[in-house]
């Protein structure tokens, strides 16, 4: 398999109290990104060890178009949507490979 060139990632600062709905909503949203027609190859969701209620999600997508077929599609928006209401601040964006190297 070729290597992807765009990713998703995310900032999340979730809610006092709200971390364990938050990770809840995160996997619901991939079970959502699971199903779409070009899905991503994975999706890994992180939390800060100082900060428990800073989180970051991110994940390989094949193409660019294939985020942008996503953030068009009903469900994930309104996954997206149920995920940034559990946060104080959400920051998703989509970004491009520029360098990968192996070690």
């Given amino acids: 398999m070729e290597q992807p060139d765009a990713y998703t990632l995310a900032r999340w600062h979730v809610k006092p109290g709200k971390e364990d709905q938050f990770v809840t ?3 619901r949203l991939a079970s959502v990104f699971s199903a779409l027609p070009a899905p991503p190859l994975w999706g890994t969701l992180i ?3 100082t900060d428990p209620s800073l989180f970051f999600s991110f994940g390989p997508w094949r ?4 985020i942008g077929a996503m953030r068009a599609n009903p469900s994930a928006q309104e996954g997206l949507r149920a995920l940034g209401s ?3 601040e959400a920051a998703p964006g ?6 990968h190297i192996e070690l």
Avoid: P
């Avoid at 193409?63 to 294939?66: A, F, T």
């Avoid at 989509?94 to 360098?99: E, G, I």
């Fill in 94 to 99: 989509a970004y491009r490979l520029v360098k």
């Fill in 25 to 27: 909503e995160w996997e």
């Fill in 86 to 88: 559990l946060c104080i």
């Fill in 47 to 49: 939390r800060s060890e």
């Fill in 63 to 66: 193409r660019g178009e294939d």
